[in-house]
């Protein structure tokens, strides 16, 4: 467990991101962007980059776009057209603005700004890809989802990936989750269900119904996920309402991971718990969390693990070898008091994976 930081974690990820072999922790606030670096029992920032105050960030991966072997930082990032106090506020105002940062000449730069996709580094069954999805102009996730691609000096919008509309990129996989499934969507929809759909371009809520479509092939009786994180856009006001500034939640990411000898692979998910419910769609105060691993039983995702409980929400995580002694181990961004009006508190938690 890291120190205490005063200030709000949003994003988490691990990786090699200065090229000296060893993997450092690399953490996301609003606008500021700090490494760690976990030595034995030594937890040390190596450093921070302060962005604008007119960042808004909403994600981060630790993924090497280039293949030259170091790792580049992939950050979503909202701006705004006008002043800083809007950025992160209505939807007219918003406009993504991501960016990657790479280690040159021994310091952490932008290597590109300005990129008009929300990015995600997603597990698929072809291993690692780097997605995107352009802003919607009336539901943030309405745009497809395409493959995005390193050339010639330039981040490019490849292939459609067949998810369906409607999907947020930042918390969906693609997955053979037993060897006699096609490759499916595993997603947590905005309700914070965990769903599976056969690969298709249609919108997701021509999908919606489960059991109405031959797409949408399976929903949670649980909840998953569950964020504070969000984008605030206009919709069409519902029956009864006036307000049509919405929110939806950025869900923490989907991890797909195969134990050591086992073929068939297993999810790694957050579940963010609020004493009170899911209810309140413009209010959720997450007190404490879980993180839990499934798999294909067969008939449905079914529950392999969970946690014990954790003091506080989980903005996101990564499961990957934190303190370089060759095992995976599960990070946690940790927010001890989200909501709470005292100012947040934020931690980073590592579990070794052999003692879960
Ligand atoms: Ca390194
Ligand atoms: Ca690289
Ligand atoms: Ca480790």
Redesign the pocket.
């Known amino acids: 467990m890291s120190g205490d930081y005063q200030t709000e974690f949003v994003a988490l990820d691990v990786g ?9 922790i690399v953490v996301a606030g609003r606008n500021a962007i700090r490494i760690f670096r976990k030595d034995g029992d030594v937890f040390s920032m190596i450093n921070k980059i302060d962005l604008s105050r007119r960042e808004y960030i909403l994600a981060l991966d630790i993924w090497d776009t280039d293949g030259d072997g170091v790792s580049e930082v992939i950050v979503s990032s909202l701006g705004s057209r006008h002043s800083a106090t809007d950025v992160g506020g209505t939807h007219s105002n918003n406009v993504v603005s991501s960016f990657v940062i790479a280690y040159q000449d021994g310091v952490f730069k932008k290597r590109v700004e300005k990129l008009p996709w929300l990015l995600r580094v997603i597990d698929t069954d072809e291993g690692q890809k780097l997605v995107g999805q352009t802003l919607g102009l009336n539901y943030p996730f309405d745009n497809p989802i395409h493959e995005i691609v390193y050339q010639n000096g330039k981040y490019q919008q490849g292939k459609d990936l067949g998810i369906s509309r409607g999907l947020s990129v930042y918390s969906l996989v693609l997955a053979k989750l037993d060897t006699q499934l096609p490759e499916r969507v595993v997603s947590t929809n905005d309700d914070d269900y965990l769903c599976m759909y056969e690969k298709t371009t249609a919108h997701v809520s021509q999908l919606s119904i489960f059991g109405g479509s031959v797409n949408f092939v399976y929903k949670s009786n649980e909840y998953f996920g569950g964020s504070n994180s969000y984008i605030q856009y206009y919709g069409a006001p519902r029956l009864g309402e006036t307000v049509d500034v919405r929110r939806v939640y950025i869900n923490p990411r989907i991890i797909v991971t195969k134990a050591l000898g086992e073929g068939k692979p297993r999810l790694i998910l957050a579940r963010n718990i609020s004493p009170s419910g899911r209810v309140l769609q413009t209010m959720k105060t997450f007190t404490s969390s879980e993180m839990v691993a499934m798999e294909w039983d067969g008939l449905g995702i079914a529950e392999l693990w969970r946690t014990r409980g954790i003091g506080g929400y989980v903005a996101d995580f990564s499961f990957k070898d934190a303190d370089n002694d060759g095992e995976k181990d599960l990070v946690l961004a940790i927010i001890k008091s989200a909501g709470s009006g005292m100012g947040e508190v934020s931690v980073i938690a590592i579990y070794k994976f052999a003692r879960l």
């Not at 090699?16 to 450092?24: A, L, M, T």
């Open positions: 090699d991101v200065n090229g000296d072999g060893k993997n450092e």
